[in-house]
C-alpha cells in the first residue's frame, strides 16, 4: 500500500486513522479530507498527477453529504482502491447500502485498536486473494447467487 485516503470530519479521527494506517502499512503516504466536496476534488487532484489511493477509509455521516456517494465515485474512477467504512452506525440501513456502493469492509469506531489491526489484516488478506485468483482483484460474486 503506497497511498492512503481517509474521509473524516473530526480531526481527532483523522489522527488516530492515520496512526492506524501508519502501523499497518509503514511506508504509505495519506491524504486527508473534511467533506464530501474537498475529497472529491483531493480524488481529482491525485488522478490528474497519475496518483491513485490503494486505501481509503471513509465516515458515512460527513457535513456535507453521505460516505456512500463517495464510495461510489472512488470505485467508479479508482476500481482497485480497497474502501473500507469507518461509521458509528452498525445498523443495516448503513451497512448495506455501503457494501452495494463497493465498500470492501466495514468497521466500527468504537471497536478498540487491537480489534480494529485484526479486522485491517483480515481485509488485507482477503484483498491480496482475491488479486491473485481474479485478474484484475475483482470480487466475484458467489455462484450460485446466495439470496
Sequence with gaps: MKLGFILEDHAGAQDWLRDVLKEVFPE???TVANRLTEARDKLSHLQQADLEPDIALIDLSLPDGNGIDFIR???????????IV??????????????RAGARGYLLKQHPNPSWLAGWRVLLTMS??????????????LQPPVT
Design 28 to 30: 504509505i503516504s495519506v
Design 73 to 83: 465515485d472512488l470505485r467508479e474512477a479508482v476500481p482497485e482502491c480497497l474502501c
Design 86 to 99: 469507518i461509521t458509528i452506525h452498525d445498523d443495516d440501513r448503513h451497512v448495506f447500502p455501503a457494501l
Design 128 to 141: 491480496r486473494h482475491c488479486r491473485r485468483r481474479w485478474p484484475g482483484g475483482s470480487w466475484q460474486p
